[in-house]
């Protein structure tokens, strides 16, 4: 502001300067008349100069407004360029995001195939598995674990390690509902979020049959539900859970009864996992559940979730005539500790880091190597009429439907 200031003054002063010398020109020669420089004289040895036509060098007043020309044409050049770039660089982002679900698609196609063709695999018969059916619209997430502190009458000892289990489901399921094959990702659980029941309040079949009545769930939906409980095999040979079951005072609840209550939601696929026991025998503080899981279908667990369909029916130890370890018999123990359950914690950690393209067979052999390298070495386990025996195993099982 004051350079401006300054210069105005200056041409201000300027101009007053000039006003005599215009009026002395103006009364000497008039307004109309131009000064002109006489030319020298041409010498007589110099030859005469030929004329010479001088061009014609006055502006010509027009009315048209001249075009408006960028000030820098680089800089115009420049725009262009970059909106071009990011055109084609958007349509390589399209192009490759295509190629990558394309690649996904013939993977789990090809791992389809692999597992029909591998009739010496032990888990590839017990999932029904469909892997070309799209992407699900919701997942409903409804985690159970009994931390009550005591269950069926005396001290609960799994109450510390379910509660754990919940925590730690609750953050695997809320991390991998995520698409990750497209950009950015979608978040494709329900609205509800994950659903927790424990303690005195909500560890009860009746809370269950609420919350699954409630779910909004659709035919292109998936419904995880996932226990961790005492369990047990009943004497025909089923499994079930210990859980109080409303207007009554029992609490062994036959595994088929939460099964059939989860299929009337008719999802496209319905899972259901547990960690529970699948033994007979009372057990010690140490000991509690296995597994089961019914449902179908790095994030392994992303996309199982999310791209297949169907039924799964596994369990996390084996009902009788398996052992532990001892040879007796009698089924398996599902182990607790305070950091959760093995099997959950197994499970876990096949979720996270089983390579993709990713079946449930491939995510459950890792989950077994995983569950079996926790008893290396065994888990010495203090069982009543039987003493202390040393647990060497705990095996996955498919639950018949």
Request: proline share 7%.
């Amino acid at each position: 502001m004051m350079f401006f200031s300054l210069r105005a003054y200056l041409l201000v002063g300027f101009s007053i300067c000039l006003l005599p010398l215009t009026s002395f020109a103006d009364e000497t020669l008039g307004r109309d008349e131009s000064i002109r420089v006489a030319p020298p004289a041409p010498s007589p040895e110099d030859p005469p100069e030929a004329p010479v036509d001088e061009p014609d060098t006055s502006l010509e007043s027009t009315d048209e407004t001249p075009p408006n020309l960028p000030e820098n044409p680089e800089d115009s050049m420049a725009t262009s360029d970059l909106s071009d770039l990011e055109t084609k660089s958007a349509a390589i982002r399209d192009n490759l995001r295509d190629a990558i679900e394309l690649a996904d698609q013939l993977a789990g196609e090809l791992n389809a195939l692999k597992e029909m063709s591998d009739v010496a695999a032990p888990v590839s018969d017990t999932f029904t598995v469909s892997a070309t059916a799209g992407v699900a619209d919701k997942v409903h997430v409804i985690i159970m674990a009994d931390s009550r502190a005591v269950s069926g009458g005396s001290r609960n000892p799994i109450a510390n390690g379910a509660r754990e289990n919940a925590d730690m489901m609750k953050s695997l399921l809320g991390s991998q509902c995520f698409d990750t094959k497209v950009f950015p990702p979608v978040n494709h659980l329900s609205a509800s979020g994950v659903r927790v029941l424990t303690g005195d309040r909500h560890f009860s079949f009746q809370k269950l049959q609420q919350e699954v009545t409630a779910a909004n769930v659709g035919t292109n939906d998936v419904l995880f539900v996932y226990i961790a409980c005492h369990g047990l095999t009943f004497s025909e040979g089923s499994h079930g859970f210990q859980m109080p079951i409303p207007n009554t005072n029992r609490e062994l609840l036959r595994r088929s009864s939460v099964w059939d209550l989860m299929k009337t939601k008719k999802a496209r696929q319905t899972i259901l996992i547990s960690d529970c026991c699948s033994n007979q025998l009372t057990v010690s503080e140490n000991v509690a559940a296995g597994v089961a899981v019914r449902g179908m279908g790095t994030n392994a667990l992303s996309r199982l979730l999310l791209y297949q369909t169907g039924d799964i029916d596994v369990n996390g130890c084996h009902r009788p005539p398996e052992d532990p370890g001892d040879g007796r018999g009698g089924g398996q123990f599902g182990i607790y500790r305070e950091q959760g359950g093995f099997f959950t914690v197994a499970f876990e950690g096949a979720a996270k880091d089983t390579p993709v393209p990713v079946s449930w067979k491939t995510l459950f052999g890792n989950c077994q190597t995983k569950l079996s390298s926790q008893f290396n070495p065994p888990v010495p386990v203090t069982v009543p009429g039987r003493g202390t025996i040393k647990v060497t195993r705990q095996t996955l099982e498919r639950i018949p439907d």
